[in-house]
């Protein structure tokens, strides 16, 4: 290669260590410490647009890492064993989602203001019990046969009345 040919591959390479060096805490235009090879192979070859610095060195871009730039990283980490696929994309496992798998999911969801917390597992506001926080608790319970339909709320029968359906209803 050339004088000519030389300069234009360390100025690429400069204009490139320069843009995968912008994303990190380093100091904006600092050379990294490394020596680049224009006849440098690397064996098996970089991916995703790594560049070869040396001999079976690469110089990966922003969001690879390993020896040939094989594995994306995802910041923040995937959490919840997700798996990185490519820079800011997680595969979630079952039970999680979200950009990061950071959220529980609840197939059946949280009704009544309760939150999911853990996969298939929600916390239900006071009042309320259940997988999915759909019945509700009234304390003391119904009587008579009578239906708690919300906190504290019974229905009652047709014979029966009052707060806890224990009131007969009179006969007319």
């Not at 003391?140 to 504290?152: A, E, F």
Request: charged residues 15%; positive net charge.
């Amino acid at each position: 290669m050339g004088s000519v040919g030389l300069g234009l591959a360390v100025v690429s390479l400069w204009l490139m260590v320069a843009a995968v060096t912008a994303g990190s805490d380093a100091p904006r235009g600092v050379a990294l410490g490394f020596v680049f090879d224009p006849k440098a192979k690397c064996e098996p070859p970089c991916e995703h647009a790594g560049v070869c610095i040396r001999n079976n060195s690469c110089l990966c871009s922003s969001g690879y890492e390993g020896e040939t730039c094989q594995y994306a990283t995802c910041y923040p980490k995937c959490k919840n064993g997700g798996v990185c696929l490519r820079p800011g994309k997680c595969r979630c496992p079952p039970g999680f989602g979200g950009k990061y798998c950071h959220k529980a999911i609840c197939d059946l969801g949280c009704g009544n203001g309760g939150t999911c917390v853990a996969p298939g597992v929600c916390r239900c506001p006071e009042g309320w019990l259940g997988g999915a926080c759909q019945t509700a608790v009234c304390s003391p319970p119904c009587l008579n046969g009578g239906k708690c339909t919300s906190p504290n709320k019974c229905r009652c029968g047709p014979r029966f009345s009052g707060p806890r359906c224990a009131d007969r209803r009179s006969a007319h």
